[in-house]
């Protein structure tokens, strides 16, 4: 489980995230929505520990986030992960550098690491690829390369941070449908999305996050007003029965 | 006999020099940070004049001096968010206007600049030799025994941090490191060439492998070969070595520019 407590956050005198207070259930499929300049890649980087956290507390299993990400692997999937198209690594290096840190400082990785890292490409159906360059792959082939990488560690939690951005229609439904399969194999999966048709198909739990939170809550649950109070009265509601 | 014990001295120093340079060259090119090897060796001038104007160790002052710039950049670039290379670019002016300053406060000290800005392989000695020596030893050590470390440092720092590997660590003994080799090259490669050195080898390296580690080994075969023909060419058409060996490394990457071009995509 992770708990956030009294969570605040700024930059510069403006606030980014004010007085959040968020539990996550193991097992779900969480969604976190909300406008441009929400707050979602901030609050998802203040999880994962790449901001200090300035007020509140973040949990995770009942262990202080930070003590916990030092013992333990997460698996996370950036919105936009900065590297030289040209940097001499294939696709299964990549995916190695999510066991890197479970060897000792200076260790190689050995055949057990490499199966490893064969199976989670095998996973997100991207095995063939393991001899690529990473500057030969598609946006859609990088993205479920990066996949293998957030799941070779076998981390009970996987973080995603707008995982369609570079993946067409197609590419987006088969995608949410991998993360559903890993959902359902025990994962919980916190994604940020902007993408509301395929959330609403996909997840399970939804976080309305603009600022502050606006609901934490099955996502059949979450009706008009809330998504009015998050994304402000400019947004356009279609209500689908099925 | 002694004649051609100086001549050994000078192509091993040339070589030395090369190689140790090349080896840290594909992890500088592949970090964009050629910049940095820019700058640390012309830190370094103002080491140099402290070191002459107080008559401390040369190496050791220059040494600490420019670790301690290179700390002090990160931290000033950090501290008061100044982008690194606006931070780098003023230590870097500020330590060769030190230098200029304290060089002239040792009236009458006949100081041999040219040799440290463009080097010279024929003015190093046997101890400097060994220096050079147990440099390529610490560098070939290091890149061996760190190379998952160095490789995901190179490939992103703060996913390489995420991902529970020591980048800050490695980092730092990198930085510490790539001052070292250029401290210890100024003799043998001088202020102005060195970091050319830095950055030609590893460029001319990726347009012929695919791998790092390929790239490490071909850098260092592509340093000795400059090495040795440019200490040739300058010792028979009598010009300056450093800057022999240096245009020699430019031709084998222009070369390397076309056989990418012929190479199978």
Redesign the interface.
Known sequence: MIRIRGLSFSIDGLTILEDIDLEIAEGEFVAIIGPNGAGKSTLLKLV???LPLPSGSIEIDGVPHLDWL?QH?VG?L?QR????R????SAL??VL??L????P?????GERHRQRALQALRTTRTEALAKK?IGSLSGGELQRVFLARALVSDSKYLILDEPEASLDMPGTQSFFALLRELNQAGKTVITVSHDLQTLSEYCSFLVCLNRRLHCHTQTDLVNSEIMHKTFGEAVRIIEKDY | MQFYGFLLTAVLAAVLSSVSLALFSPFVT?R?ISYLGEALSHIAFAGIAFALLLGWNLHWTTLVFVVLVSLAISWLAKRHKLAEANAITIFLSVSMALGIVLISLRNGYNFDLASYLFGNVLLVSQAELWQLGGLVTLNLAFIA?????L??L???A???Q?????ANLVNRLFMILLAANIVINLRAAGIILVSAQLILPASTA?NL????DH?VLCSALLAIFAAVAGFALSWWLDLPTGASIVLLEFVLYLASLSWRGLAPK
């Open positions: 994962l520990g790449f030092k692997p996370y950036p992960e900065e590297f030289d040209r940097f001499p690594a290096d990549l550098m999510g890197a840190g479970d060897l400082l200076g260790a190689r990785f360059p | 592949l964009r025994g760190l190379y998952k470390e490789f995901y190179s490939y992103n703060e996913m390489a995420f991902y529970r590997l020591p990726f492998v695919r791998r790092l790239a």
